[in-house]
């Protein structure tokens, strides 16, 4: 184990646009919250909506940080330690091309509200399934409380398979990339929704195109904490 960064609760894997560029600021100051620096926001003004009611709306993506998933929080397997996760990632971001993503537009995803690429995803899906398959030796195994947890998103058969396969039900021909704005907006008015959905658009589809050019590991240090940003590793070219 790295003396210097000690074993944490959960490790992550994500895709992150480049720390600091317009990108990371425009979802970090969304959230209200920068993942690589810890630095806090004050919520944007949004008609409707009140700095208490945005900040509960977006609680879930803030303690996670501004990201798309690759690889959903895993622990790590016994023997296995944060040096040995690094040195894996950093194996697989060299035989992975970096790449452009497409067009990213606001959507509802489920009940909340996200970015979503439209185009062409083949490199995307198949980026994110190489870091499911390739560092899933890593994780430890889900508990009976975790598998059960999990299955209270009323998963087909097929997901429940993935589930059992990966620790995760939305992988490979189940992924979907995304960066979630918000979390659930069941509580929500349709007025506030539609202010929520204007807001990101005003914000997000300005700016110019995301480049996938690196993964990044995130932590959890203990159970409940923030998720924090420890490292990112370029991918090649």
């Known amino acids: 184990m790295n003396s210097e960064h000690p074993l944490p609760y959960r490790c992550a894997v994500y895709f992150v646009p480049e720390v600091h560029g317009d990108w990371w600021q425009a979802g970090s100051q969304w959230l209200g919250r920068c993942a690589a620096s810890g630095a806090t926001f004050d919520p944007p003004d949004i008609p409707g909506v009140t700095p208490a009611e945005f900040q509960a709306l977006t609680a ?112 490979l021909d189940h992924f979907h990339f995304h960066l979630s704005l918000t979390g659930p907006l069941a509580g929500a008015s349709p007025e506030q929704r539609a202010a929520l959905t204007a807001a990101a658009h005003a914000r997000f589809e300005t700016l110019p195109t995301c480049r996938f050019g690196q993964i990044a590991l995130f932590t959890e240090a203990t159970p409940g904490n923030d998720f924090e940003l420890l490292e990112t590793m370029d991918l090649h070219g």
């Open 60 to 171: 879930d993506p803030r303690r996670y940080g501004w990201h798309a998933t690759l690889k959903a929080p895993f622990a790590l397997a016994a023997g296995q330690s944060l040096d040995a996760l690094r040195s894996a990632m950093q194996a697989l971001a060299l035989q992975l091309s970096a790449f452009d993503l497409p067009p990213l537009r606001v959507s509802d995803l489920g009940g909340f509200l996200a970015l979503r690429p439209e185009g062409e995803l083949t490199q995307l899906n198949a980026t994110a399934a190489a870091c499911v398959q390739a560092l899933h030796p890593l994780a430890q195994p889900l508990n009976d409380r975790e598998l059960a947890r999990r299955r209270q998103a009323r998963l087909t058969p097929e997901q429940d398979r993935l589930l059992l396969a990966w620790g995760y039900p939305w992988v």
